[in-house]
């Protein structure tokens, strides 16, 4: 039995989950803990995702404030997890996405490994993407091969969609390879949108979208991007969808009002995910991530796609919320076990590859 830390600092900038995960046969989920990302940081990684001034050096920056906080967020996972430090085999750290561009050949995941190793004492593994970049794929999503190994089932089609700022989607069919990609935006519009009309971090529940009416020309407008049409494998980021973005495509419209936006943007997440698996016959399917907890965007996949059952992987044992930062635990078992694994039939990279790199304790 070994123990292992995931870290994921993902691209809504809420925060910083930490999942202390136990590795035998299978993968148990033993402590959690969470950060809210401080303001301040929050605001620095926000503006490090479009080009600035002294960018090089503000991000190294912002990465050392960004371990202090995690390293301290360690200290009280294990503490509450009552495990040994000596115990952890090691941290898989995720860092915080600035850049995404595979297309131009990278992707910068900010997060100083190094100093995490030294502030804590534990053998810490990062950059898991650059190497899927480096074999012609996507770098993204990795989580795939992760969702296979807990949630594959050898009768039902199952998908796992993590809903995060992005979202993504794992589609596990019995007899086939995994495949997955990402979908489009998952709740970046939603909560810069609320953020700008209401002053709130996010739409609890996906409420005020409820209370707004789709606007059908701006829904379509929206789905006319090319990402949505194009076949897997792709990923996306703040690069494409920000609100200059939306932006654009508001200002060729006439004006409406604001929580008709929202509910629009609350449509655009859902049809994105569903048009993506149209022609498939799912089963299950099980949602992760923060939009797990937006029930409107819930009822929207379940009217959308009557015969598949859809609900959270809590129905499967897995609190929604742990299930990315176990993939990082999970990811650092397999980089130090020389498993591979991207999925070449996700990212589109020339082959398997071993994932990360080691900063020893
Ligand atoms: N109660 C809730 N109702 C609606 N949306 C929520 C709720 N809780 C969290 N979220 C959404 O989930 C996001 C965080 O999801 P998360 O999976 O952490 O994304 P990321 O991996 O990008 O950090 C928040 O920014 C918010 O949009
Ligand atoms: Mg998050």
Known sequence: MSYYIGLMSGTSLDGIDLALIEQGGTTRLAATHYMSMPEELRQEMLALCTPGPNELARSAIAEQQWVQLT?????????KSQIAPEKIRAVGSHGQTIRHEPALGFTIQIGNPALLAELTG??????????????????APLVPAFHEAIFA????????????GFSNLTLLSPDSPVRGFDCGPGNVLLDSWIQKHQGKRYDDNGSWAASGKVQNALLQLMLSD??????GPKSTG??????????QKLSVLPECQSQDIQATLLELTARSIVD??????IDDLFVCGGGAHNLALIRRLQALLPSCKVSTTQKMG????????????WLAHCCLEGIPANRPSVTGARGLRV????YPA
């Open 71 to 79: 390293a301290a967020g360690i200290s009280v996972l294990l503490e």
């Open 122 to 139: 534990l053998t810490v593994i990062s950059d898991f993407r650059r190497r899927d970049i480096a074999a012609g794929g996507q770098g």
């Open 153 to 164: 089932s050898s009768e039902r089609k199952r998908v796992i969609l993590n809903v995060g």
């Open 226 to 231: 090319d990402f949505f049409s194009r076949q």
């Open 238 to 247: 703040r690069e494409l969808f920000n609100s200059s973005w939306l932006q």
């Open 276 to 281: 993506s698996i149209a022609t498939e016959s």
């Open 318 to 329: 897995i609190d929604p919320d742990w299930v990315e930062a176990m993939a990082f635990a």
């Open 355 to 358: 994932l990360g790199a080691i």
